[in-house]
């Protein structure tokens, strides 16, 4: 199955160096039965839309909680790196958790870099808003029309793509 793994920059630099890591709570997104029972019409493509988007929003919420922690910063260690990130890999250990919400799923086992198929990574132009949204996602989900603008203006970022074998070279350019 072809799962998306929400993720931070610290999080891709470890995959890397470790050739795995463990996505926190294993919680990843894809196009399950919920989801597509859910959309009254739409293809694998544009469900695979859905399931990324959702983990792109999970990935801000990864840098909010890494920045409020500290955690995530720049080589530098001075500032964290605002760039959301989400791994597309096909792994077949998955258990559905339409009981979370109608993408999420839960992986059985770490993520190899082997299973990866793609990273999706927000070019330096989209880190004002993705910080400007980190602050507002929590006020943003409780209703705050104010702060759902400031998240619409991070999330209308497309993720530019790369190849597995282009990580690396990614963030070294980081």
């Known amino acids: 199955m072809r799962v998306y793994v929400p993720a931070t920059i610290p999080m891709l630099q470890q995959l890397v160096a470790d050739g795995e890591f463990s996505p926190v709570s294993r919680t990843a997104f894809a ?6 029972e859910s959309y009254h019409s739409g ?14 929003r999970a990935s801000l919420r990864l840098i ?9 910063e720049s080589g530098d260690g001075t500032k964290p ?15 559905l958790r339409p009981d979370l919400d109608d993408a999420v799923v ?12 793609s990273v999706h990574v927000d070019l330096a132009e989209a880190e004002p808003d993705i910080e400007k949204a980190v602050a507002v996602v929590d006020a943003a989900d409780l209703g705050d029309e104010d702060a759902e603008f400031v998240l619409g203006d991070a999330e209308d ?11 690396p070279f990614l963030l070294e350019l980081l």
């Open 43 to 56: 293809d694998d493509e544009e469900l695979a839309e859905v399931a990324m988007a959702e983990a792109a």
């Open 81 to 95: 790196r605002f760039r959301r990130a989400v791994i597309a890999a096909d792994v077949d250990d998955v258990k």
């Open 64 to 72: 909010a909680a890494a920045a409020a922690d500290g955690d995530g």
């Open 106 to 117: 839960r992986l059985g086992d770490v993520l190899r870099l082997s299973q990866v198929a």
């Open 157 to 167: 970022h497309e993720l530019a793509w790369y190849a597995r074998q282009e990580l």
């Open 31 to 36: 196009v399950t039965p919920a989801l597509r």
